[in-house]
């Protein structure tokens, strides 16, 4: 299975309200980065959160980070239409392969 | 405004053909990485190459896939014989991998829809 796996599949919400995404990993990471695509595009990235920290802002994004539990979620604050795509985190351990895995992603509608 | 490219934008095949997917990374970053991504396998890494060397294809099937980095500013990967189940979208992704090998983000290209028939 996946090393990240996002939560929920699917969220639908209105323009203005939060959404919030969860992810949980298996093994140790190193960092874990959240991706956002839209609809027929390649991914962007949004924000890095590396194992040593707990939380990170950038703009109306929040990701927290929590080792123990081995999980991490994004917040997006007052959501906009333009929000809609799908999410996904992206986990980075730095033996084996090396290289980022990612989950499936949540599709994240939000309403105007 | 420095972005991956990559072409063709799309391309349609018949099974048992050659298909060449070219992507140039931006200027400067010293990874590359060669996704592909379908709605059952979500997105799978195919291969990388860092400084041009191919640092791990284990993701790609050798049979019929191959990746080469014939210069820094162009990545290739080709499918010979194409097969249906190839039919995806391929992305390309590079990336500055610092010393100590942590890995930072990664810019992605806007991907190449293959259909193969």
């Known amino acids: 299975s996946q090393q990240g796996e996002e939560d929920p599949q699917a969220l639908s919400i209105q323009e203005g309200e939060n959404a919030t995404m969860n992810c949980s990993y298996k093994t140790s990471i190193n960092n874990l980065q959240w991706y956002r695509q839209n609809s027929g595009r390649g991914l962007v990235h949004l924000i890095l959160?590396?194992?040593?920290?707990r939380e990170k802002h950038s703009g109306r994004l929040r990701v927290t980070l929590d080792t123990s539990k081995k999980s991490s979620s994004l917040l997006i604050t007052a959501s906009r239409a333009a929000d809609t795509a799908s999410y996904f985190c992206?986990?980075?351990?730095?033996?084996?392969?090396?290289?980022?895995?990612f989950g499936s992603g949540t599709r994240l509608q939000v309403q105007p | 405004d420095a972005r991956v490219t990559q072409t063709p934008r799309h391309k349609v095949t018949e099974m048992g053909q050659e298909v060449t997917m070219r992507c140039q990374p931006i200027?400067?970053?010293?990874?590359v990485f060669w996704y592909r991504q379908t709605m059952m396998q979500g997105l799978e890494l195919l291969a990388y190459?860092?400084?041009?060397?191919?640092?791990?294809d284990s993701g790609m099937p050798k049979d019929r896939f191959s990746a080469e980095m014939p210069d820094a500013t162009l990545a290739t990967l080709k499918i010979q014989p194409s097969e249906p189940r190839d039919s995806a979208v391929y992305f390309c992704?590079?990336?500055?991998?610092?010393?100590?090998?942590?890995?930072?983000?990664?810019?992605f290209g806007p991907g190449t829809r293959l259909t193969v028939l």
């Open positions: 200027l400067g970053h010293n990874t």
């Open positions: 959160i590396r194992s040593n920290e």
């Open positions: 190459f860092r400084n041009r060397a191919p640092l791990d």
């Open positions: 992704a590079s990336g500055l991998v610092l010393a100590g090998g942590r890995n930072n983000e990664q810019f």
């Open positions: 992206a986990t980075f351990v730095d033996t084996g392969r090396r290289a980022l895995t």
